[in-house]
């Protein structure tokens, strides 16, 4: 991946922050020039970027796994890693509806979320308590189950990745969290060994493809 395709997947919010971040016209130019664009990743490589952007001795390794874990497949690693993170909470529900609802909702996704052999789901219960309501509340919004619970899952992903990644794999954890704008992140609780599952069932699917 180029230096000008990856400046392009970052989300702008990442320039921000600060009095003398570029705006979005000084931005695009800036990223139409060879000069602009080293400015861009120096700004990037000084914050958020710090592992992603340094000098490496195997750049094709970094570029192989920008180009592996595009948006498409970062964002279904991290739907399924916020659905069975709420595990807890999904087995939790056993009311006729409001399970015809999940498996509409996640499809497949709730099939995991019951696997034990990836997870107990063993949590403590102010995680328990915090998984519920917020399950609780996406049931009860009007409109598409979906619509409500997906942004939900989603963020408890990013942080489960983010938690995760940012011991084993660094520069996945950079290149994950660039693409999408800053945001407080929930605690993540899932153990090593499921996301560990998880992460490897999506890679291996990134690689066959």
Not at 120 to 149: I, M, P, W, Y
Not at 169 to 175: F, G, I, N
Request: aromatic share 4%; hydrophobic share 45%; glycine share 6%.
């Amino acid at each position: 991946m180029s230096l000008q395709r990856l400046l392009a997947e970052v989300d702008p919010a990442w320039y921000g922050g600060h009095a003398d971040a570029p705006d979005a016209t000084l931005r695009a130019r800036a990223a139409g020039s060879a000069l602009g664009r080293r400015l861009l990743a120096r700004t990037l490589a000084t914050g958020p970027a710090s592992r992603l952007l340094a000098p490496s001795p195997d750049p094709a390794a970094t570029r192989a796994l920008m180009r592996r874990w595009n948006r498409r497949r970062l964002d279904a690693l991290h739907r399924d890693l916020g659905t069975l993170a709420y595990a807890p909470a999904i087995r939790a529900e056993i009311g006729r509806e409001p399970v015809r609802r999940l498996k509409a909702a996640l499809g497949n996704g709730y099939l995991l979320a019951l696997d034990r052999s990836v997870w107990d789901g063993k949590v403590d219960s102010a995680v328990q308590t915090r998984l519920a309501a917020n399950l609780t509340d996406a049931l009860h919004r009007s409109g598409e189950l979906e619509a409500a619970l997906g942004p939900v899952l989603d963020l408890q992903g990013r942080a489960e990745l983010q938690t995760w990644a940012g011991q084993r794999d660094p520069v996945l954890a950079e290149w994950a969290r660039l693409l999408d704008p800053p945001a407080a992140l929930p605690p993540a609780h899932l153990p090593e060994k499921p996301v560990l599952v998880v992460h490897t069932h999506h890679q291996s699917r990134a690689v066959a493809a």
